[in-house]
């Protein structure tokens, strides 16, 4: 095909991207994202895959344009989209932004989670599910007597990670709480959060002693329970 106005070689349309009496409002489509995959969509950070991002970035603009595919040409992104039935490129400038998340890595720390008779297993089921969160993060762990600090950037996801671990692991919960800083901004309270974990000692299927008889261990969670072996009683395994 060619151009109608200046004959040159064009793959589709009326005219080539010179001579198209449309123009387009916006020349490049500029994507910012973080490391923690999210992209910056009208000023706030959102997980998509990158072709929404292109979709809700285009959807911005006051012209009603159509995306179609995203080309890629020596390393170089670029959107096709249609505008009143006429096929238009836009370059996709690709921009590394960190979020406001992210920029908390490092020293930053909202919440202490101490996990005190805890192994390994603790740790790992943490870690698990602060990757799956994303601008959340486990800035230090310190191994201490008789267990480990996991010093985390939200407060927020610290009591969520408290529910999970009891649910899990059984064991018991502290929480404690104290002003750590107001966000002059936002005037936002920030607290700093201090979780203590300890685990149940015993897991289900477990036979353990409560006052004098064999119990074997049924439930864990908040208030476990089990059931006592010679009779078969439920019995609720008292907690410190
Ligand atoms: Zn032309
Ligand atoms: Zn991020």
Redesign the pocket.
């Known amino acids: 095909m060619f151009c109608v106005k200046c004959g040159k070689d064009i793959e589709q349309g009326v005219f080539c991207s010179h001579c198209n009496p449309i123009q387009l409002d916006i020349k490049e489509l500029i994507l910012s994202k973080?490391?923690?995959?999210?992209y910056l969509i009208n000023g706030s950070?959102k997980t998509l895959p990158q072709e929404e991002a292109l979709k809700a970035l285009l959807k911005k603009n006051k012209q009603r344009l159509h995306y179609e595919e995203t080309l890629e040409h020596q390393r170089k992104l670029a959107a096709k989209i249609s505008y009143q039935g006429e096929p238009f490129i836009i370059p996709i400038q690709k921009k590394g932004i960190?979020?406001?998340?992210?920029?908390k890595k490092g020293q930053y720390y909202e919440a202490i989670i101490q996990l005190r008779d805890s192994n390994e297993e603790v740790i790992d089921f943490i870690q698990e599910k602060v990757n799956k969160k994303?601008?959340v993060h486990i800035n230090k762990i310190e191994q201490v007597t008789n267990g480990y600090d996991l010093y985390l950037t939200s407060s927020q996801f610290a009591n969520t990670l408290g529910k999970l671990l009891q649910e899990h692991f059984g064991g018991t919960v502290k929480r404690s709480r104290r002003l750590y800083t107001k966000n002059h901004l936002t005037s936002k309270t920030i607290y700093r959060t201090t979780l203590l974990f300890r685990p149940h000692p015993y897991k289900i299927g477990d036979h353990i002693e409560i006052k004098g008889k064999t119990v074997e261990v049924t439930q864990l969670g908040k208030k476990p329970q089990g059931k006592e072996l010679k009779t078969g009683k439920k019995v609720f395994i008292p907690t410190t």
């Open positions: 973080c490391e923690c995959q999210r950070w960190t979020c406001p998340n992210c920029s994303p601008g």
